[in-house]
């Protein structure tokens, strides 16, 4: 069993930064898969980032996020950069055994409780 907790969310003008984090319980941290994806209202789950060996990264941030873990703090982080009002939505950190087909929310096994990011214009 993995617990998550993210924290690092807030309120941020258009062009600022942030940088969330996720907490994770459990010995074998390093073993896991580490995703952030986010939801805004009335829209469906969207791929950010993970992060295991390699870094992935969803079209929509590609070079201003940037996903980074310490195995040692069991946390894993998500700088962003160059925010923009679209990145607003609720931010979620999950964890999954596989490396394969990262980008898909179904094959994560936990999930934090999400942190809220608004980025106003």
């Known amino acids: 069993q993995v617990q998550l907790v993210e924290s690092g969310g807030g309120l941020v003008q258009a062009g600022g930064s942030l940088r969330l984090s996720c907490a994770a319980s459990g010995r074998t941290f390093s073993s896991y898969v580490m995703g952030w994806f986010r939801q805004a209202p009335g829209k469906e789950r969207e791929f950010v980032a993970a992060i295991s060996r390699s870094t992935y990264y969803g079209d929509s941030v590609k070079g201003r996020f940037t996903i980074s873990r310490d195995n040692a703090e069991n946390t894993v982080y998500l700088q962003m950069n160059s925010l923009k009002p679209e990145d607003t939505a609720v931010y979620y950190c999950?964890?999954?055994?596989?490396?394969?087909?990262?980008?898909?929310?179904?094959?994560?096994?936990?999930w934090g409780q999400g942190t809220q990011v608004t980025v106003s214009s």
């Open positions: 999950a964890a999954r055994r596989s490396v394969v087909s990262v980008s898909n929310p179904r094959l994560y096994d936990y």
